[in-house]
């Protein structure tokens, strides 16, 4: 269906955004992509995390130039405010009660409240509010205070225990495992307050703890184990309900790389017909059901180990999709940004930027066919947008702003 001529799906609504890191902004940087005016406000002093881990251009730190950043902001206006001074915290006030509909936040439990700027008081001056606190723990009970990364709700989680090789230390996923998870879950639930608001006028605050949005995907181990006793183990590249399951290696692609391809074999005449490939030996009639193929799945790795060492992971891509096997070459950076499909889905936008002069980030991570996603600018540099959002916003005369800033507020 080709797009419609129709206003952005959010349009009109108004996010003031406090979220750092990850977790945080990138709930904001969705509404943005759908229409909503976010505003992210930071402090240029006490510098935010993503802004120090790049990727940068040339692999030069730069604190305006991160690529995290980049990606998860962008859309956003921006507004630098240190909130360390009652008359920024002031300025928030004013824009609560004057502009903003929703408040993202996912500074340490507590912060919040320390400024006089929590749900409790901002819903004093609107109380039709949506606040959503996202955070490791959540902001409530004995834990509720300690603090961390999404590499520690990984492990708080359990996902740490259970990535990785039998009998051997634990690996962990990559990255920070919940800063990933946790936001799908404060999307789906600011979007349903705020479906609430427009049936009864009620604002609401939304607590988010990234480690138990890490559990829910947890759900099936945690059943078993408690109808059984049983815990997850880690297994590899294994999968209880298929075999062969896993990453094998190929004849490499550089003299200096190895290649790698991903293999799954979902059911027994998936298997029938790869093992044609594989030559007479993977036929043993011993090899025909799943069970028996767990049961001797050393020997199905050896055999698809020995015939994929003999090409290219594009070759044996190529040749297991032909018959219906699902099989992929392990990709790099390089592979995806050339990848034909994401190029045909545009995930990968290019924006101007008023100090590099261009930055690539991701699109959004939706498809909507009447109200497509919109990336109208590029995340903000520090004090970009003050002008024009005190302004326009709050109505501050110039001067106003001028005094502010020499002041030191707006830092």
């Known amino acids: 269906m080709s797009p419609v001529n129709q206003s952005p799906a959010l349009e009109g609504l108004r996010v003031l955004d406090f979220a750092w890191a990850v977790a945080g902004p990138v709930v904001g940087r969705a509404l943005a992509d759908f229409g909503a005016t976010v505003l992210r406000v930071e402090s240029s002093q006490r510098i ?4 120090m881990m790049g990727p940068f251009p040339g692999g030069k730190l730069d604190l305006q130039k991160s690529g995290l950043f980049e990606n998860c902001n962008a859309g956003k206006l921006g507004l630098t405010l240190n909130l360390t001074r009652e008359e920024a915290r002031d300025i928030v006030r004013e824009l609560v009660r004057d502009w903003a509909d929703v408040v993202i936040e996912s500074f340490a439990p507590g912060q919040m409240q320390s400024w006089g700027l929590d749900y409790e008081h901002l819903s004093q001056i609107k109380p039709e509010l949506i606040m959503v606190s996202s955070s490791l723990m959540g902001q409530a009970g004995p834990w509720s205070g300690f603090a961390g990364f999404g590499n520690v709700g990984a492990a708080i989680s359990g996902y740490q225990a259970i990535v990785g090789w039998p009998d051997a230390p634990p690996v962990g996923p990559f990255g920070p495992y919940t800063d990933f998870t946790a936001p799908r879950f404060s999307l789906v639930s600011l979007l349903a307050a705020l479906d609430h608001r427009r049936r009864t006028g009620q604002g609401c605050w939304l607590d988010v703890a990234q480690a138990e949005s890490g559990i829910q995907f947890q759900a099936p181990y945690i059943a078993r184990c408690a109808a059984t006793g049983q815990s997850v183990t880690p297994q590899g590249n294994r999968d209880e309900s298929m075999a062969p399951h896993g990453v094998f290696c190929c004849t490499s692609l550089t003299p200096n790389e190895e290649g790698w391809v991903a293999i799954a074999v979902r059911d027994d005449s998936e298997w029938q017909r790869f093992a044609a490939l594989l030559g007479s030996e993977a036929g043993d009639p011993v090899f025909a059901t799943l069970a028996g193929r767990k049961a001797h799945e050393e020997q199905v790795e050896r055999l698809v180990c020995e015939w994929a060492a003999t090409q290219t992971p ?8 032909a018959i219906g096997v699902a099989a992929h070459n392990v990709a790099s950076s390089h592979d995806m940004v050339a990848d034909p499909q994401l ?14 002069g261009e930055t690539t980030i991701e699109n959004a991570r939706y498809q909507l066919s009447e109200t497509p996603a919109q990336q109208l600018r590029a995340a903000p540099h520090f004090g970009r947008d003050n002008e024009q959002v005190l302004g326009e916003f709050l109505g501050y005369s110039s001067e106003k702003i001028h005094a502010l800033a020499q002041a030191g507020i707006l830092k």
């Open 48 to 51: 935010e995390t993503a802004r």
């Open 314 to 321: 594009l070759q044996v891509e190529a040749a297991l999709q």
């Open 343 to 356: 190029q045909a889905r545009r995930h990968f936008i290019t924006l101007a930027h008023e100090l590099m």
